[in-house]
């Protein structure tokens, strides 16, 4: 069967939009009227709409879905493959639980391939902006193992602790930047509006006036001047630093660059690493080869002299090399994980070392960003009352002058 999308009229005369799966079109529409429903559209969920280029499926279309839905619907299938439940119908269930009409769509797509005989992998692997290249991989080797139910229960976990520390991360960032905004406007709302009506007493007066209230009278008229073309010839240099970006040449001198700062530099290397390891020992947990899992694990990673290095370290692997020794020689991985990798190999529990290395880092690098997060604040709090104090020191400076000259 295939996953069609159609939209009809319902009894009240509104378009309601949907997915129906059915053997053809007309059988859909038949199965549409059924339902008191006047069909007005009904096509091919993955084919092209009007406009679009051939061979442009749905697949391209489909956007990324949050780390919490996959997580969900990766928890959904695994319970329903562990309850003995034919993959198709565990598919055809969680589509109908699902309320995105997109996701649905996409779900009976998979399943649709599934049915004619392809296997789960094959056919979530249509779907690159979901289910990326690890997460297929797992799911291959799931099911030449005969595990699909387990290795579901751990991608489930791993997507989501990846979300997890997403959030974290995300979470300790707002405030920082709310409060840069805040400062921002402030001062720029003083500068624009307030200091002018306060100093212009002073702006046309015969008396030689403070250095500083001379420079806040300059800065306040360039604020009123220029401001606005400030802020937008800064969202232009944002935009367009992001548009050379794309070019991956100018993108690796960018990370490069990045790796030579200090404190962004191990900020990047300990979360690109963290990902590193916790990718690779989920793979390998899940069966899939350690050379392949070195090669997806290697491609989660962010920056791409990291993503270089770890190509080198699976080069140094496929030569015959111990990925300890590899993970040394390059240079850019923490030497605590090069020893709890060395210490797994010999002891074969490589997949645990690898976990218990990943979750180091991630705890290491909370703790640096909450010490970061609690210098951070006060730190632009005292700078903001610094920047207050300025100005009101250059108000009042003319003032004292004046009372000075009439004692």
Same mark, same amino acid.
């Given at each position: 069967?295939?996953?069609?999308?159609?939209?009809?009229?319902?009894?009240?005369?509104?378009?309601?939009?949907?997915?129906?799966?059915?053997?053809?079109?007309?059988?859909?529409?038949?199965?549409?009227?059924?339902?008191?429903?006047?069909?007005?559209?009904?096509?091919?969920?993955?084919?092209?709409?009007?406009?679009?280029?051939?061979?442009?499926?749905?697949?391209?279309?489909?956007?990324?879905?949050?780390?919490?839905?996959?997580?969900?619907?990766?928890?959904?299938?695994?319970? /329903?493959?562990?309850?003995?439940?034919?993959?198709?119908?565990?598919?055809?269930?969680?589509?109908?639980?699902?309320?995105?009409?997109?996701?649905?769509?996409?779900?009976?797509?998979?399943?649709?391939?599934?049915?004619?005989?392809?296997?789960?992998?094959?056919?979530?692997?249509?779907?690159?902006?979901?289910?990326?290249?690890?997460?297929?991989?797992?799911?291959?080797?799931?099911?030449?193992?005969?595990?699909?139910?387990?290795?579901?229960?751990?991608?489930?976990?791993?997507?989501?602790?990846?979300?997890?520390?997403?959030?974290?991360?995300?979470?300790?960032?707002?405030?920082?930047?709310?409060?840069?905004?805040?400062?921002?406007?402030?001062?720029?709302?003083?500068?624009?509006?307030?200091?002018?009506?306060?100093?212009?007493?002073?702006?046309?007066?015969?008396?030689?006036?403070?250095?500083?209230?001379?420079?806040?009278?300059?800065?306040?008229?360039?604020?009123?001047?220029?401001?606005?073309?400030?802020?937008?010839?800064?969202?232009?240099?944002?935009?367009?630093?992001?548009?050379?970006?794309?070019?991956?040449?100018?993108?690796?001198?960018?990370?490069?660059?990045?790796?030579?700062?200090?404190?962004?530099?191990?900020?990047?290397?300990?979360?690109?690493?963290?990902?590193?390891?916790?990718?690779?020992?989920?793979?390998?947990?899940?069966?899939?080869?350690?050379?392949?899992?070195?090669?997806?694990?290697?491609?989660?990673?962010?920056?791409?002299?990291?993503?270089?290095?770890?190509?080198?370290?699976?080069?140094?692997?496929?030569?015959?090399?111990?990925?300890?020794?590899?993970?040394?020689?390059?240079?850019?991985?923490?030497?605590?994980?090069?020893?709890?990798?060395?210490?797994?190999?010999?002891?074969?529990?490589?997949?645990?070392?690898?976990?218990?290395?990943?979750?180091?880092?991630?705890?290491?690098?909370?703790?640096? /960003?909450?010490?970061?997060?609690?210098?951070?604040?006060?730190?632009?709090?005292?700078?903001?009352?610094?920047?207050?104090?300025?100005?009101?020191?250059?108000?009042?400076?003319?003032?004292?002058?004046?009372?000075?000259?009439?004692?």
């Amino acid at each position: 069967m295939t996953a069609y999308r159609y939209r009809a009229l319902n009894p009240q005369g509104k378009i309601v939009k949907g997915v129906q799966e059915g053997d053809s079109e007309r059988q859909v529409r038949a199965a549409l009227r059924g339902r008191d429903l006047r069909p007005v559209d009904v096509a091919v969920a993955n084919r092209p709409q009007q406009g679009e280029r051939q061979g442009f499926r749905l697949a391209h279309l489909f956007t990324r879905v949050s780390a919490g839905d996959l997580a969900l619907l990766t928890r959904q299938l695994a319970t /329903l493959v562990d309850s003995n439940m034919p993959i198709d119908e565990a598919l055809q269930a969680a589509a109908q639980q699902n309320r995105s009409g997109r996701m649905k769509g996409m779900l009976l797509q998979v399943r649709s391939r599934v049915a004619e005989g392809h296997s789960l992998a094959y056919a979530m692997a249509e779907f690159p902006q979901v289910f990326n290249e690890m997460y297929c991989a797992m799911v291959r080797a799931g099911e030449h193992a005969g595990y699909l139910g387990p290795v579901l229960e751990q991608l489930a976990d791993y997507t989501e602790q990846r979300q997890y520390t997403s959030q974290k991360l995300s979470n300790a960032m707002i405030y920082p930047f709310i409060l840069c905004g805040v400062a921002v406007a402030v001062i720029g709302l003083l500068m624009a509006f307030v200091v002018p009506k306060l100093v212009g007493i002073f702006a046309h007066s015969q008396q030689e006036l403070p250095m500083l209230t001379r420079v806040l009278i300059a800065s306040s008229e360039f604020v009123q001047h220029y401001g606005v073309w400030v802020v937008v010839g800064v969202v232009a240099l944002v935009v367009l630093f992001r548009r050379l970006l794309r070019d991956p040449g100018r993108r690796r001198r960018w990370h490069q660059l990045l790796l030579q700062v200090p404190g962004i530099s191990g900020l990047l290397t300990a979360v690109d690493t963290a990902r590193f390891a916790s990718t690779l020992s989920i793979l390998m947990a899940s069966g899939v080869p350690l050379l392949e899992s070195l090669r997806i694990a290697g491609e989660v990673l962010t920056n791409l002299v990291l993503r270089e290095h770890s190509a080198e370290v699976a080069e140094r692997v496929q030569e015959g090399g111990s990925l300890n020794r590899a993970m040394q020689q390059s240079g850019r991985f923490p030497p605590m994980m090069v020893h709890m990798v060395a210490s797994g190999e010999a002891s074969g529990e490589l997949e645990t070392m690898l976990a218990r290395s990943a979750a180091n880092q991630e705890r290491e690098l909370e703790m640096t /960003l909450t010490r970061s997060m609690a210098l951070f604040e006060p730190l632009m709090v005292v700078m903001m009352g610094g920047l207050v104090l300025l100005i009101v020191l250059a108000i009042l400076l003319p003032i004292f002058d004046l009372n000075t000259m009439v004692n």
